[in-house]
Each structure stands twice: as C-alpha cells, then as structure tokens.
C-alpha cells in the first residue's frame, strides 16, 4: 500500500537500478543499452536485465536508430526510448483562484491542458481535492481522453509539504493545518496521487524543460503571493528531515517585523510577496486600496511616491535574501521566476545589484542567474514531470512485486 511507504525508500537494489535505467533513458531520449551501462557505470548483464523488466512492464520500447551515415552497413542499432503512448499523466497546480491541470503523455509531450476557476483561495482540504477531482474530469472531457488513460496525478499546492508522504503541514490554500491528504485522494481521485510542494514542481519543471537541464546544484525561487524555493542537489530535490525544508520565504529578515500569511513575524514574503506589497503600496488610502500587484506598478509608473518607494525596497530586500543563498549553497545557477506582471527593469537590476553587494567576495565567477516570468502551465508541467517519475516507481515497485511473487 502506498499510504506508509514512502515512495524512494523502499525500492530493492534491483528496482533502484530499474529506475535508474528508466530516468536514463528519459533524459536521453534515445539511448542504446551499451550507453546506458556506461552512463550508470553498471555492467551490461544487469542493465539488459534491467531494461527487459522496464520493456515487460510497457515503460520503454526498442526503436531502431536513424542511421547518421547513409552509407553505413549491416544491422541497424537498436536504441530504447520511453514509451509516450503507454501513460498519460495529469500535472495539477492549485492556485489562488484557479486549479491548472495539464495533462502529458509519458515522455512528457503535452496532450493539453485546462484551467478551471476555483471559488474561493482557502478551503477544506476535502472541498479541494473534490475541486481537483471536478478539474481533472472537466480537463479529461476537453481532450476527449478517458478518466481510465490517466495513470497518476500530481498536485503542487504552497506551504510546507512532505511530498515523500504526502502529509501537509501547512498551506495557505488550505483551511485546516496538519493533513494527510493520501486518505483524501483514495477517496476521490480516480488513480494513483501525489502531492508536492509548488516551487519544488517549478524546480522540477526546470530541470527537465528549463534552464536545469543537465545541471547538478541549482535553485529556483518562485514569487508570487508567497514566496517558494525549490533546491536541487547532486540531481534530486533535497526536501528536509520532515519535508518541509527551503522555506526561502518564512526566512526571517526582519526582528518583529511585518507579520506573514504563516502567523509568524519578519519573514521575507511579509516584504516581497504580493500581498506584503498590496499592504504596503495601500498605506494611507483607507477605502481605495490597490487591488492588485498591476495597480501598484500602474501608480509608480505615473509617479506615486509610495507605490515606487515599496518597490523598490521589496527589489533589494530580495537581493539581499537571495545573496544568502548564494552564501550558503553556493549552487551553478539561480532561477528566478515571479508570476507577475513585468516589473520594470530599474527594479530587477536594484535587487541585482543588492545580491552581487551581499555576495561574500571571492575571486571566482557568481553563479548563473536566470530571471523569468512564471507562467502557470510551468507548474503544472513540472507536476506532470513529477508524476511521470512517481508513476514509474511504482509501475518499476508493481513488476518488482511481481518478480517476488
Ligand atoms: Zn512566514
């Protein structure tokens, strides 16, 4: 059962080289079983092996190679490449006032994608992933895909998440605190389920897709009402003892300062989150605050004080937070990616110039940095990234079992 195993930890030595062998090929494309056993430093035996199983579960199939030499010989070399067709995996971003759902075959092609209006941006945790469960249904009818294609489901929500368990800490799109939310899916989602941090899914998004492709140590930091970070270490998303680590946002910057959405004081969001500048930009207008992130940078734009004074603050608050990062990981490169309108460029070279000024000096390159603006499919395609990997284990755990038996 799914519910206490958590979904790494418990893969055999055999599994674990299956999986290996599996993300491989993934990565790769199209890979030849010799270049696997080299890639994974493995002997060819347990690699053929390996891939016999990932072939008999329908994971992966045999392609012959397009020949690069139209004057090559003899017999064709036979590559293995992931099986798109055999799965369909749904990705899920939870948002404050919209559930995002994009559906992807295996290899991670998009089949489409679907964006349905959620009532209210905090809500039982049951009421929610009933929402999610109408989205789901609502995407599958758009696409014309049956509910039964869809092999797993991937759900990114903010807060603090074990996405190993499955267990919610905390989420400011959930009214309760302390959820396992693994009963919940059970209960209402047609397939295989998982839950995970959102920013960890924009680390995943760009590992696979984006700027950390082929890259070891990075970090994504995602902006938008709260502020998430995803890190990446040697390759896998590093999580914490209890899940919920990277909390880049809840890093104190201020003693007693401004309180957070997580009821606690000083932390980073309470200055550069959207709600911290609404609040802020808002000071003194009583009736007529600023609905939006849009109306702030509008007002600036035509000479509001106060509005231009916040942005600039929360610009270089942010380098400076971001500068620690440096300082501690030390990573090869930073993505950046806000959900916002685009900020003017004065604003993103202040918190530039902020992080380059807090970076301990030494002789050597920063690391790479990448700003973007986030669109929502990014999300939910690294939840579609992430599911594919979750459906594989236990796909790669169901053949081992069967293996066993
Ligand atoms: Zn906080």
Redesign the pocket.
């Known amino acids: 059962m799914m519910k206490e195993r958590t979904l790494h930890h418990d893969l055999d030595a055999r599994e674990m080289t299956r999986l290996r062998a599996f993300q491989c090929i993934r990565e790769a494309g199209q890979i030849s079983r010799t270049d696997i056993a080299k890639a994974l430093n493995s002997s060819p035996a347990t690699v053929t092996s390996a891939c016999g199983a990932l072939l008999e579960a329908g994971l992966i199939r045999d392609v012959e190679a397009e020949r690069t030499d139209a004057t090559q010989r003899g017999r064709p070399r036979v590559m293995l490449e992931v099986n798109g067709e055999a799965l369909a995996v749904a990705g899920i971003k939870v948002a404050r006032h919209a559930i995002h759902v994009t559906v992807v075959d295996f290899k991670g092609v998009e089949i489409g994608s679907h964006l349905s209006p959620l009532a209210a941006s905090c809500m039982p945790a049951e009421a929610l992933v009933m929402a999610v469960r109408q989205a789901l249904d609502d995407a599958c009818e758009k696409l014309g895909l049956s509910l039964d294609a869809v092999a797993g489901v991937a759900l990114g929500l903010p807060g603090f998440i074990n996405g190993e368990t499955g267990f919610m800490h905390w989420s400011s799109s959930v009214r309760e605190r302390n959820v396992d939310f693994m009963p919940l899916f059970a209960r209402h989602l047609p397939c295989p389920a998982f839950l995970e941090n959102d920013a960890n899914l924009v680390a995943k998004a760009e590992q696979f897709f984006g700027a950390g492709r082929g890259l070891r140590n990075f970090l994504v930091v995602t902006i938008e009402h709260g502020v998430g970070m995803g890190i990446v270490q040697d390759g896998q998303l590093y999580r914490g003892e209890r899940g919920c680590g990277a909390e880049f946002?809840?890093m104190k910057v201020q003693f007693e300062g401004a309180v957070?959405?997580?009821?606690?004081r000083g932390?980073l969001?309470?200055y550069v989150g959207d709600y911290a500048l609404i609040r802020d930009a808002s000071v003194g207008r009583q009736g007529d605050a600023y609905k939006s992130l849009t109306d702030i940078l509008d007002a600036a734009r035509a000479g509001d004080r106060l509005s231009g004074e916040v942005l600039e603050r929360a610009s270089k608050v942010l380098g400076v937070a971001l500068a620690s990062l440096v300082n501690l990981f030390d990573p090869e490169h930073i993505v950046i990616a806000r959900l916002r309108p685009r900020f003017d460029e004065a604003h993103t070279q202040a918190m530039l110039d902020a992080l380059k000024r807090n970076t301990v000096q030494v002789d050597a390159p920063l690391p790479g940095i990448t700003v973007r603006n986030l669109d929502q499919k990014m999300w939910a395609r690294g939840a579609a990234a992430h599911g594919i990997e979750r459906v594989s284990i236990l796909k790669i755990r169901a053949r081992g079992d069967q293996d066993a038996a």
């Open positions: 946002g809840h957070c959405q997580c009821g606690q932390c969001e309470a």
